[in-house]
């Protein structure tokens, strides 16, 4: 019997502090009774007391109050005697239950703080995993949601909520009123996920994982986000090996927009290698901070066509249409406009609602009559070597002229060169830092210098030194010989870009931080996964920065609208130029991407026109 009741109270005590507190109540009610009892029947109150359930109220006065003791003047000592035994053993009951229910509120707390509750939010975004693109992708949050009401961020990784927390408020300490919920839990748990409520959620961004396998956990999570249920928010999800997307397509269904990280930052290296100052242009276009991609549905362009659509907007740039459900960039200047919706660059979406007409017109007496130049062939070295490589060479052969030639000298790796038609490439092994072997390979005469980071070989901090260390030898040496040839880099570290800039890189491409861009732009809005495709890729519009003089007379004062009205001529899209004399931080290039139509400018040398074309 003694075994049981002991089983029967450790049973009960475990059950956390309700129980606890239940217990001290039947130990304080059976204390008060029994003293009550006492001074009812001795007769201990001077004048015989006030029955049983006054004293059984005075002596739960006692117990609580040990006050009340000091209070009793002229009562007999065997009264005073009785009730300070009351007093005493009611301070440990007291203490027991201020200890207890102490400990609750920590325990409480300390659930609370490791992210276990459900989150009670609608049209928030959910981020499921945890990497270092996450501080982008929640930065570029923040700006997106500046024009919405009380937007939330729900991040859920398998991480100590506290730790997340402290990380997400150093790196991203300016919310501007974006509220960021962390919790704790794995994302390919039904359970867990639960927590996020993402059934109600605007969109879902699933991150890979930094681990071995990261695309089994991310399509693994796209089961978790899709079962038992038809509809519900998009998701964008990265996946990292090219030969999992046929899995995940299968499993996302319509609903899931995949990014291949491998193939998109290849065509990013490839696009910003063949131009100076293209990844400033598409990184104004992919971040939120500046002038985005949106879709203009409700515009007053019905009756135009397109090259007139393109003068029609004072603060906004039209890209182009909406034909069949699929963005169609730079279509031809006579499209008719009609109830298509319009592809523009803006400022905010905000912006949209109040975008306003153009203030001028074009001169037409001021337009370019320059011809383009016929494409020749062209001589490359690519430095370093990783599994993006080969996707590299693939892209940049589809834009070489024939008889191009490209040299790759690598420290790291057994290079396999897929099969070219443009492209003569020659692979050369050794040390990408030592200053003898550079000086074989960066030679004059070069068209372009790529370089990638031995991502595959090294750990990314080492990597990226190791890239460092070549772009100032190759910049030395490009100083040395008077060539003003392009050079790419590629990094993996975000905080490294800083430090690239010493080497006057013209254009510095870091992985993860693109990747986290069109990650973020893409949860956004679905539709702009067919503009990237047209922008990364070698099929429709791509970005070119083209010599201004092209487009508009040399030396004239003219208007962007001229400048619009150039390209148009030309059946080309102007979205912005580029000057020299807008460089600063000592690179080669400034960038200006939606200039207003009425914005006035003189037209001086090494001026470029950023424009969508076709070739």
Known sequence: MGARLRYRFDTTMSRGT?????????????????FALVVSL?????????????????????????????????????????????????????SALIGIIAAGIDSRLADLRRGRSVVLERDHTVVLGWSDSVFTII????????????????????????EMEEQLRAKVPDRRGTRVICRSGSPM???????????DARSVILLAPETDDPDSEVIKTLLALTHGEEGGPGIVAEIRNPSNLEAARLVGADRAVLLDIRETVAKLVVQTSRQSGAAAVYTELFDYDGDEIYFLEQHRAGDLTYSQAQLAYEHATVIGLVEGGAPVLNPAPGTPVGNRTLVVVAEDDSALDRVDGARTTP?????????????????????GWNERAPIVLRELDKFAAPGSTLTVLTSFGDPVVPALANLAVTVAAGSTTDRATLEQHVVAGLDQVIVLCYSDHLDPQAADARTLVTLLHVRDLLARLGEETPV?????????RVLA????????????????????QLSEDRRLEHVFDQLLGDEGAEVY??????????????????????????????LGYASPALAQDGSSFGVVVNPAKSEVFTVGPGDRVVVLADS
């Open 545 to 574: 920065l083209r010599p201004a003089d092209w487009y508009v007379r040399s030396g004239a004062e003219v208007t962007f609208a001229t400048v619009v009205a150039g390209a148009s001529a030309r059946g080309e899209t102007a």
């Open 501 to 520: 800039q010493v080497a006057h890189v013209d254009d510095v491409v870091v992985s993860g931080e693109i990747v986290s861009l069109l990650v973020t």
């Open 363 to 383: 001169d037409l007496s001021l337009l370019g009559t320059a011809a383009p130049t016929s494409p020749r062939p062209t001589r490359a070295v690519l430095v």
């Open 139 to 162: 930065r570029e949050l923040v700006l997106a949601n500046e024009s919405r009401h009380r937007p939330a961020v729900v991040v859920l990784a398998d991480r100590d909520t506290v």
């Open 18 to 34: 309700p129980a606890l507190v239940g217990w001290l109540s039947v130990v304080t009610l059976l204390l008060i009774t029994v």
């Open 42 to 94: 001795l007769g201990l109150r001077a004048g015989g007391g006030d029955g049983f359930w006054r004293e059984l109220v005075s002596a739960l006065m006692y117990a609580l109050d040990p006050g009340t003791v000091a209070g009793d003047t002229g009562a007999a000592w065997r009264y005073l005697l009785t009730m300070l035994v009351l007093t005493v053993a009611g301070l440990f009951v007291v």
């Open 189 to 199: 748990d039904l359970d867990d996920l639960a927590l996020t409520s993402h059934r």
């Open 488 to 496: 790419v880099s590629e990094m993996l570290d975000d905080r490294n």
